[in-house]
């Protein structure tokens, strides 16, 4: 399977914890977004790259996320002490370069993150 | 001031034409509109995109009249397997933070 991919599918972990989170995108797509969505609610926009470059972060990104594309292939996404309210589930996506207004994206199955 | 507008919820039957719009009054003059489709515990998958008139894949079709401030994705002849939320995305601010996917429209088939 050529799709995107991410690694682990769940975490549970306990308040205050750090959690990192891996997404593998599709091998000829340089440009990698990071979702999160809770239940009942559509994807929300945390961050996204053009090969390495960050290039976009969500304006209600706390401090305590950050994210990392350091060859511009993988990506990974770090929280830092961990609170209930980031329980939810964190999706990737990859799409080629193209005028992001029109872009496709491919969606990895996403991790499932719940905090005790 | 919502970006996009779609129904919470709809049902249909089996062998249905399932017909779920979208509305999108802000839509600026370069904006795309993009279909997705998800089921539980997965990612959102792509369905079809437009950005005037009519588009058709073997999927979908997709209807986006002339003042582009709604879209109407055309679901033909639905089966069990299309019951899924399907969510209308439409770029906003020409940045990825304006890609706002809302809360999209659960669609049920029964048989």
């Known amino acids: 399977d050529t799709g995107v991919s991410q690694d682990p599918r769940h975490k549970i972990t306990k308040r205050g914890q750090n959690v990192t989170f891996r997404c593998d995108p599709i091998s000829e797509h340089n440009r990698l977004y990071w979702y999160r969505q809770t239940l009942g609610q559509g994807p929300e926009f945390l961050t996204y790259f053009q090969n390495e470059a960050q290039l976009e972060k969500s304006r209600l990104l706390s401090d305590r996320f950050s994210a990392e594309r350091p060859k511009g292939s993988f990506s990974t996404l770090e929280i830092q002490r961990t609170e209930q309210g980031d329980s939810a589930m964190y999706l990737c996506?990859?799409?080629?370069?193209?005028?992001?207004?029109?872009?496709?994206?491919?969606f990895g199955p996403g991790t499932r993150l719940t905090v005790l | 001031l919502a970006k996009t507008t779609q129904p919470i919820s709809m049902d249909s039957y089996e062998g249905q034409e399932v017909n779920i719009t979208c509305s999108h009054n802000?839509?600026?003059?370069?904006?795309?509109i993009t279909w997705y489709q998800q089921f539980p515990s997965q990612g959102p998958r792509f369905i079809i995109q437009g950005y005037k008139t009519k588009v058709t894949n073997e999927v979908a079709s997709l209807f986006i009249p002339a003042d582009r401030k709604s879209s109407t994705l055309s679901l033909p002849r639905v089966s069990l397997s299309d019951t899924a939320v399907y969510y209308c995305l439409v770029g906003e601010g020409g940045g990825a933070d304006g890609l706002t996917f809302g809360k999209g429209t659960h669609l049920i088939i029964q048989p």
């Open positions: 802000n839509i600026a003059t370069n904006d795309y």
């Open positions: 996506a990859s799409s080629l370069d193209r005028d992001i207004r029109r872009d496709t994206q491919y």
